[in-house]
């Protein structure tokens, strides 16, 4: 509590900086700090930049300015800085630190910030490989692993979860994401910023969460990166805001605007999105950081005259932290003194970052998650390893298994082929920036430690990754001769997939598809495990082969996981989170489009809305996803009516038909057969894990309320309409049969 007759500023520049943090709490202290800063210290507050002096291994982001530990400090010490980002290091962080908390003349302390986007130390398998474990639990819990090995390693904030809808496979950042369908994504949000967050955001162990990138980035033109996004507002509403608003209301106090403009205005610089949806009507208290230097290019989308005019734009709009670019340290004190920025936003801006950085406890703690014991007793732990392995073994699909090829016995003789089956440095996959290298477990070390002495291993590189090798595919074809069957890892390497890394055709490279002929060719019985960041348009050998895995980027226990299931310690259960397309033209492609007028219902052919040359069906369609052994679901039952207002009961059988236990992920989809908005042919609404015996009968039940039916309408008010629809419990988005039921008023 302030003084009687005493104003904040007189206060604060009576204490020293540790005495007023310790004479004053909570809102207090905050305004006592905004009425003594000066503007350059306020746009120091409203300024992060790449950590120069603690970066880990190759440096991650573009344009970095080296500077020394000693310049550092010194614009540690004036203030310059809100934080820093992507570097780690407890002893250098304390240090970095004690600058702030000590000589700088407010004493404000420092926020450091990372992308930790899927592990830190210890690799968990990308976002969307996750998203196809179906599995919210299991995101929440390596989340909460994530954020352990993060604030060991000197971390406060990370820069994830994205949230983005992605239905376009060409884009690179697919890999970062839950995949095309906003329901799934708005789960995955939720429980993703609960294990990054937890409930406490001053426990040392957790990290502030920051849904990215708001909004619509997965909606880019054509899948190219940095691109425009041209959307119709109910599209936005009701596709690509509902995972924030989730991700927001598990608590998350921070987002990250996106690159892209959504019908002309760059989101960085967007006052409709970051203040009028953003705050006004969703109440978002937390705080807004430019993505990289996003904020200075508004002048290149042509939205800014100049830097100052960008800083005006951004601010103003609601962008409140400025990366890396300078610009608002540069520019606010002389746009403030002009009159170009009110004072008043520059403190509204300021407050919410102090808010924050109090909400984690960094004015009680400033070393909090800089403990020199956590750096080593918090770093891959043995539960934090195996939480590896079995997010691995539930995040691969397998996509076909023709004559119950897989899986194979440990006494066979098995060629392993393919560019990545020992490449440790890869295996993280895209966007893994603090990875224990040396700690990750090939695919070749994961098969030879299954197998043991029972049966034999021959390895054969074939190819590079996009490129042939001198003699690669005859030493590929004698191993595979060699041998009962052959196992051929193709795919993408990590540098193929993430940011800046949109494809035009997202089909296995041609020195792959070269080598997996050859293979064919032997006729050798062919287990591929594709290896990639998005959906994969597939063709040829890969295609055709008899038994196909998706694997993803499996991360630091790839090998051991992938072992577990070609040889059957475990079972497959993962569900695409994204539709595989026949052909790489079919893009953007997902299962919950709309009807056109003309929709193709078959295989018709003429005038019809379709391409020439394949059918409107997907190769492999969201929610798709076979075990090692035979599920069938009966007819899908529905007791309706449902009345506005209430719930009704939705159920099937689904029987184990086979000779193996398996997991099945049952999904509910609904449709609207009529509204005022034509809507998607199927939505999903409901996801149910079964763990089913051989033979086994269980009866799988959904309620079904007025939500689940709810639509945005033009006024972009989002409410169900009276009317028919249809409802499927199926094991994929082109599965099972409908019931009919009516909600009535």
């Not at 927001?248 to 949806?277: C, K």
């Not at 809305?609 to 069938?632: C, D, I, Q």
Request: hydrophobic share 45%; net charge neutral.
């Amino acid at each position: 509590m302030l003084l009687k007759g005493v104003s904040a500023g007189a206060l604060l520049s009576a204490l020293s900086p540790a005495a007023a943090r310790i004479r004053m709490t909570g809102s207090a202290r905050i305004e006592a700090l905004i009425a003594g800063m000066t503007l350059a210290e306020k746009a120091g507050q409203l300024s992060i930049y790449s950590d120069p002096v603690r970066a880990y291994g190759a440096v991650v982001n573009p344009g970095v300015v080296t500077q020394g530990l000693t310049e550092i400090k010194a614009r540690i010490a004036r203030g310059e800085m809100v934080g820093l980002f992507n570097g780690v290091g407890v002893a250098l962080g304390r240090a970095l630190q004690k600058v702030a908390v000590e000589q700088s003349r407010t004493g404000i302390p420092l926020i450091f910030a990372a992308d930790v986007i899927h592990g830190c130390r210890t690799i968990f398998p990308i976002p969307l490989g996750e998203a196809a474990s179906f599995d919210l639990d299991l995101a929440e819990r390596t989340a909460r692993a994530a954020a352990l090995e993060a604030s060991a390693l000197g971390v406060h904030w990370t820069f994830a979860p994205m949230v983005d809808v992605a239905r376009d496979e060409r884009w690179g950042r697919v890999a970062e994401g839950a995949g095309e369908d906003p329901w799934l994504g708005e789960m995955f949000a939720r429980a993703r910023v609960r294990g990054f967050q937890g409930t406490d955001l001053r426990d040392p162990t957790r990290v502030l969460a920051c849904p990215k990138h708001f909004a619509a980035y997965g909606a880019v033109q054509g899948g190219m990166e940095y691109n425009t996004a041209e959307i119709s507002d109910t599209t936005l509403w009701q596709v690509h805001l509902p995972p924030f608003k989730a991700a927001f209301g598990a608590g998350a106090l921070s987002t990250m605007a996106s690159f892209n403009d959504i019908a002309g205005v760059p989101s960085t610089a967007n006052h409709h999105l970051l203040t009028e949806i953003l705050r006004d009507e969703w109440g978002f208290k937390g705080v807004v950081v430019s993505d990289y230097t996003s904020e200075q290019e508004v002048i290149a989308h042509g939205y800014a005259a100049d830097e100052r005019d960008a800083v005006v734009k951004s601010l103003t709009a609601g962008c409140d932290i400025s990366m890396q670019s300078g610009l608002y340290y540069k520019h606010l004190p002389e746009l403030v003194q002009s009159g170009k920025v009110p004072i008043a936003v520059v403190d509204r801006a300021v407050r919410r970052v102090l808010e924050v950085k109090q909400a984690l406890g960094l004015f009680e703690n400033p070393y909090r998650s800089l403990d020199p014991a956590r750096n080593v007793s918090d770093i891959r732990r043995p539960e934090t390893v195996a939480l590896a392995r079995e997010a691995g073994r539930k995040s691969v699909v397998l996509l076909r298994n023709e004559g119950n090829l897989l899986p194979l016995a440990k006494t066979a003789t098995i060629a392993l082929i393919g560019p990545a089956i020992s490449d440790r440095a890869d295996l993280p996959g895209p966007w893994a920036v603090f990875p224990d290298v040396a700690s990750h477990v090939t695919i070749e070390e994961g098969f030879r430690a299954a197998m043991g002495s029972h049966g034999a291993l021959h390895v054969a590189r074939g190819c590079d990754y996009e490129a042939p090798i001198e003699g690669g595919i005859a030493s590929a074809v004698a191993a595979a001769m060699a041998c009962d069957v052959v196992v051929l890892v193709a795919g993408e390497s990590a540098g193929m997939s993430g940011e800046a890394q949109a494809r035009v055709d997202i089909g296995i490279p041609p020195a792959q598809l070269a080598l997996a002929e050859a293979i064919a060719a032997t006729g050798k019985p062919l287990v591929v495990v594709l290896r990639h960041g998005r959906a994969l348009a597939l063709t040829g050998a890969v295609r055709n082969a008899p038994a196909i895995l998706a694997s993803w980027f499996l991360g630091s226990e790839t090998g051991h996981a992938l072992a577990d299931l070609v040889f059957g310690d475990a079972a497959p259960r993962g569900r695409l989170p994204v539709s595989f397309p026949q052909s790489s033209g079919q893009e953007p492609f997902y299962y919950n489009h709309r009807s056109t007028g003309r929709p193709q219902t078959g295989d018709e052919k003429d005038y019809k809305a379709r391409y020439r040359e394949v059918t409107n069906a997907p190769l492999y369609p969201f929610g798709h996803g076979l075990t090692y052994s035979a599920v069938v679901y009966g007819e899908t039952m529905a007791k309706g009516p449902l009345v506005r207002g209430g719930r009704m009961i939705v159920w099937a059988t689904v029987a184990n038909t086979g000779n193996r236990p398996c997991h099945e992920v049952a999904q509910l989809y609904l449709h609207a057969r009529v509204a005022s908005v034509t809507q998607p042919v199927r939505v999903l609404r409901g996801i149910r894990h079964l763990d089913l015996a051989p033979g086994q009968v269980v009866t799988v039940s959904f309620d079904v309320t007025e939500a689940d039916l709810a639509y945005v309408h033009q006024d972009l008010r989002s409410f169900a309409d009276p009317g028919l629809f249809d409802v499927w419990i199926a094991p994929s988005a082109q599965g099972g049969t409908a019931a009919t039921f009516a909600m009535t008023d």
